[in-house]
């Protein structure tokens, strides 16, 4: 379990972006639903699936897609495939679940950037880009649901893992926070690594995850 501020930190999005897309938010009077729950709760609770979905969704957001907007999508592909259609496999990686988001995708008209599927270069359905980027920085368990994440763009050594560190962002079993920590106290990361027994690039990207992630 997490809370909307963990997200955030974890997930290094700007504070209040989890809150926002679990529970909604009101703005100038107008009311905005939540995008990942069908409605808000009176909890500062995330749960994993919550934050995997979380995950995805923040692919979109850098991409400047109007998030609201893909809320109907979410809502119709939960009826089919569950409470987290964004953390399990079948949407995005198995073929009769393309097909299924592709319907649902242009029953509502979603714009090409808001598309979690698309049409390949031959003739089936891929991952569209936010998409693919998301698919390639998780873990998949033997129930196809998301088991792992790995929040460092083509780098697989600092994980989000709820059976290691209690959640939090790690390099194997040790908090990344920990490593930063000892180098903010003037550590280099030659003697981190070698006091944990890691290799100097594990030290290294636990240090800049967390750095970034201030």
């Known amino acids: ?23 909604g938010y009101r703005r100038k009077g107008r009311l905005y639903e939540p995008v990942l729950r069908e409605r808000a709760i009176d909890s500062d609770i995330v749960t994993w699936g919550e934050l995997v979905e979380t995950r995805l969704l923040d692919e979109y957001r850098r991409k400047g897609a109007p998030i609201q907007r893909l809320r109907p999508a979410i ?17 995005l990686l198995d073929v009769e679940g393309r097909e299924l988001v592709w319907r649902v995708q242009d029953e509502l008209g979603l714009p090409p950037r808001l598309r979690l599927v698309v049409a390949g270069s031959g003739r089936g359905l891929v991952c569209a880009p936010a998409a693919r980027r998301f698919v390639e920085a998780a873990e998949y368990n033997a129930e196809r649901e998301v088991a792992r994440l790995y929040p460092q763009v083509g780098s697989k050594i600092v994980m989000i893992d709820p059976d290691y560190a209690q959640g939090q962002p790690a390099v194997r079993a040790t908090p990344a926070e920990a490593l930063r920590e000892q180098w903010e106290a003037g550590q280099s990361i030659a003697e981190i690594a070698d006091l944990w027994e890691m290799e100097f690039g594990e030290v290294e990207a636990a240090v800049r995850y967390r750095t970034k992630a201030a």
């Open 1 to 23: 379990m997490y809370s909307h501020a963990d997200a955030d930190r974890v997930l290094r999005l700007p504070a209040g972006t989890a809150r926002r897309w679990l529970n």
């Open 75 to 91: 809502l119709k592909l939960r009826a089919e495939f569950g409470p987290y259609p964004l953390a399990h496999a079948h949407p």
